[in-house]
């Protein structure tokens, strides 16, 4: 065979895309589903032990619930910036871009900050009983998802400093928005397990 036959031009297609005409979006989600289901395991071993260890906690004082609730209204309020900084990147604005990665990562260094006085106030050792593995395990895991996006945003950031900013730059920090929103939504019914359940269960 000597000759080649076009079956088609792409040459016309766009190099990036957003949202879910992207692979890494798929790729992201895909993982959000995976780190989920381990949300979903562990929250259904709390569960299990609290019907199986009483009282709860045992014999021991419920965690501190200043910096928890410290935590949770700045991981709320980072919302703010996340969703702006998220539309910068969509709209292809370079300088609000970099500005709202930095800030991105200034709030996840800060959440790091206040997560470590969290551990700090727990009341029980991760060693000491049930009740206190699981609740260490349920913080441990969050904690895990806030320091994969940090890295991933400082990552980001760097380049988006030494680089030029192309389109696949714009829709990855698209992507790096989404993930960080999953970590503050998970954050909603992991929170109440480890301050409130201690209190009402």
């Not at 949300?39 to 709860?56: D, K, R, T």
């Not at 021991?60 to 910036?81: K, N, Y």
């Not at 930095?102 to 060693?127: H, K, P, Q, Y």
């Amino acid at each position: 065979m000597t000759g080649h036959r076009l079956v088609g031009d792409l040459s016309d297609l766009p190099d990036h895309a957003f949202g879910s005409r992207s692979l890494m979006w798929w790729g992201v989600l895909g993982f959000m589903l995976i780190e989920g289901t381990g949300f979903l395991l562990a929250g259904g071993a709390y569960f299990f032990l609290v019907g199986h260890v009483q009282p709860w906690p045992p014999g021991q004082v419920p965690p501190s619930p200043t910096w928890g609730a410290t935590f949770t209204v700045l991981v709320l309020l980072s919302e703010i910036p996340n969703i702006w900084t998220k539309a910068q990147a969509r709209a292809y604005r370079d300088g609000p871009t970099r500005l709202g990665l930095v800030m991105m990562s200034i709030v996840g260094l800060m959440l790091l900050a206040v997560r470590a006085f969290e551990f700090g106030g727990l009341n029980t050792r991760w060693d000491a009983d049930p009740y206190g593995s699981i609740i260490w395990a349920l913080m441990f895991l969050h904690t895990v998802h806030i320091v994969t996006d940090l890295g991933d945003t400082l990552f980001i950031t760097v380049v988006s400093f030494t680089h030029p900013i192309d389109g696949d730059h714009f829709s990855g920090v698209s992507d790096n928005c989404l993930y960080w929103r999953f970590v503050v939504l998970t954050w909603l019914p992991i929170g109440p397990l480890v301050y409130l359940g201690p209190r009402l269960l």
